[in-house]
């Protein structure tokens, strides 16, 4: 009975806590609009779906009392907005193009040139450091050695999650996938490794519909203008580049290095490469047949970097390179200077994927040189030459060429990629990698014809009429879902080097998306980042993603390109939608929409009510032993 007595005491104790925490805790307001408390201006360009992104923008955000005036501009327009009025609070950009790095300089740091943000170092100033927390990660980031060291992944993890939970300058929100439709007899074709890279494993099991012959691979692209990786700027042109010319050193698509012509690289300190190439590399014959026995040696290499350094169109890109000095005809050393500004040689860290560009052939391009006698003299013919037929050390070489019709490419026999006592290194894996295993000659394909169909749909009339082989389909969802359906076509999806994201305008000039007043009810936050916090937990990117994209897209969180594997933070903060969470920062943000914060008064009321239950429990011991 006394125990019973007990029981209920505790158990009165128990009520009287729940009772009394219900009592003070209040639950967030749960609606879909209210009244807004201001509004923000959202600008991005007409076309596409973006006006879309804008149209969601306005939608979710009401839930939280923000009203957006979404206005669309022309292409010329938005970017004058971007980067030279700047009269928006949010706006809709997308990042595409490279991805070997993750050095995002020109981007996230003060004074990058597509800083649309407004980031400056007042905003995490530290006296330690002498500058901003986020210019420093962004800055250190660039001087750790080796590139691709363990350590240097590390410091890139800890420099995302600080920008995006400290800083907070954009939302990302989807990396677009691309799709491709190939014939089901073809095997060994894989999407992410690309056409170059997948040739030593393609063959056809049969012909299929309206195909003439089973000893090539028929494509389709855009015409190609300038075949000089020096100058050229357009993908269609850079594919053919690649296509017959070889880089030092190769990135599988997992973003792996290996090395290729080059059979070494060392980092002998932090600011000096050393080079070393292969023996046996034969380039292919020039087009005017002036060069037919010519091989691989340093000085191709030299001569590649000094004509990226000093006559390419992206000169400024290789101010890295401070010097360079021919050791013997297979060794080369490179010293490198990240920052020409201060007086001792720094690192660089972009300086490998640098260093893995096409090699050009020094024999044929420098056959002349400017008054200095250093200097190549582009005005030679032979420069000419080479930017509508260019040659290299690789695969394949241009054997046909009609204007607005097709390119031909026809595989080299005496490339070194054929050559077992080549790629028999073991620091290879060849075979694994690019294929080319002791079968292939007997059913691999020797011909890569590229026909010049701009044009998507006309060019996906030819796919279906059986005169191309792998075409594109990423902008035919329901053709997708037919091919998809039937056994003659394959399907490979791949996710692009590509992101968008809505950006936020963090400059002080923006009441409130750059308000820098830290907030009143949490101190660890500035009003204008609990705002940004707030609107980036409010939008659903699983809605629009569906929506508009059928579920297509892959939703990211990273300031970096999602493909970019190893170098994406696996536990980066995430802002997944969540309205409850979107409320509480605009309560921090000063503005109160139902939210009250609960911890810390709950914790306190869960204490002194059990201490009302021991109380109880006290009570009734002492009145016992009485």
């Not at 990058?112 to 400056?120: K, R």
């Not at 077992?420 to 294929?435: K, Q």
Request: with cysteine; net charge negative.
């Amino acid at each position: 009975m006394k125990v019973n007595k007990v029981k209920s005491a505790i158990l009165v104790g128990v009520m009287l806590s729940l009772f009394v925490a219900s009592s003070f805790a209040v639950n967030p307001v749960k609606t879909k609009s209210i009244e807004p408390f201001f509004t923000l201006v959202f600008k991005t360009n007409q076309g596409g779906v973006r006006p879309d992104y804008g149209n969601f923008l306005k939608q979710h955000l009401a839930r939280i009392g923000i009203d957006v005036n979404v206005v669309v501009q022309d292409w010329p327009t938005f970017v004058a907005e971007l980067i030279v009025f700047r009269d928006f609070d949010i706006c809709y950009v997308g990042l595409s193009g490279g991805g070997a790095d993750p050095d995002f300089t020109g981007v996230y740091n003060e004074n990058g040139s597509l800083n649309l943000f407004g980031y400056d170092t007042s905003m995490d100033w530290d006296d330690e450091l002498g500058t901003g927390k986020n210019e420093w990660y962004m800055k250190q980031g660039t001087l750790i050695m080796p590139p691709d060291s363990e350590e240097r992944v590390q410091h890139y993890w800890e420099w995302e999650n600080y920008l995006m939970d400290k800083i907070l300058p954009l939302l990302p929100t989807f990396s677009p996938k691309s799709y491709v439709v190939t014939w089901s007899n073809l095997h060994g074709y894989n999407m992410t490794d690309g056409v170059l890279q997948s040739w030593g494993k393609m063959w056809w099991e049969s012909s299929h519909q309206g195909q003439i012959s089973t000893d090539e691979l028929v494509i389709t692209d855009a015409a190609w203008s300038d075949l000089n990786p020096l100058t050229q700027d357009d993908t269609s042109s850079s594919f053919i580049s690649s296509a017959t010319m070889d880089t030092l050193i190769w990135y599988d698509a997992d973003l792996s290095v290996w090395p290729h012509i080059a059979d070494s690289y060392t980092y002998l300190n932090d600011t000096t490469i050393q080079i070393h190439v292969r023996d046996g590399i034969k380039w292919a014959t020039d087009p005017d047949g002036l060069f037919t026995n010519e091989y691989l040696d340093i000085y191709d290499v030299y001569f590649t970097f000094y004509a990226w350094k000093y006559v390419s169109n992206d000169k400024q890109l290789w101010d890295w390179i401070e010097d360079m000095k021919i050791v013997d005809d297979k060794t080369l050393i490179i010293y490198v200077d990240g920052d020409p500004t201060t007086p001792e040689n720094d690192p660089y860290a972009p300086s490998l994927p640098a260093i893995s560009t096409r090699i050009l052939p020094e024999h044929y391009l420098n056959q002349t040189q400017e008054p200095d006698g250093v200097t190549p003299d582009t005005t030679h013919p032979s420069w000419t030459t080479f930017s509508t037929n260019c040659f290299g050390t690789g695969l394949f070489e241009i054997s046909d060429f009609t204007e607005g019709v097709e390119t031909v490419l026809t595989l080299r026999s005496d490339c070194w990629r054929l050559d077992e006592s080549i790629t028999n290194d073991p620091d290879l894996n060849w075979v694994e990698r690019f294929g080319f295993d002791s079968e292939w000659d007997t059913k691999g394909m020797h011909q890569l014809r590229i026909r010049i169909i701009p044009d998507l749909q006309t060019s996906l009339l030819e796919f279906e009429a059986g005169k191309v082989d792998i075409d594109g389909v990423t902008a035919f969802p329901e053709k997708r879902d037919q091919y998809q359906a039937d056994p003659k076509y394959t399907i490979q999806s791949d996710t692009t080097f590509s992101y968008g994201f809505y950006g936020y305008n963090m400059r002080e000039s923006r009441q409130q998306m750059g308000d820098r007043r830290i907030s009143e009810t949490n101190p660890t936050l500035t009003r204008g980042l609990a705002l940004r916090k707030a609107i980036s937990y409010a939008v659903d990117r699983d809605e629009i993603n569906q929506v508009i994209h059928r579920g297509e897209y892959t939703i990211t969180d990273w300031p970096i390109y999602p493909k970019m594997g190893i170098w994406c933070n696996p536990n980066i903060i995430r802002y997944n939608h969540d309205l409850d969470k979107a409320r509480e920062y605009m309560y921090y943000a000063g503005f109160d929409i139902g939210y009250t914060p609960t911890t810390p008064g709950f914790t306190l009321i869960i204490t002194l009510s059990s201490l009302l239950a021991v109380a109880s429990v006290t009570f009734v011991i002492i009145k016992k032993r009485k």
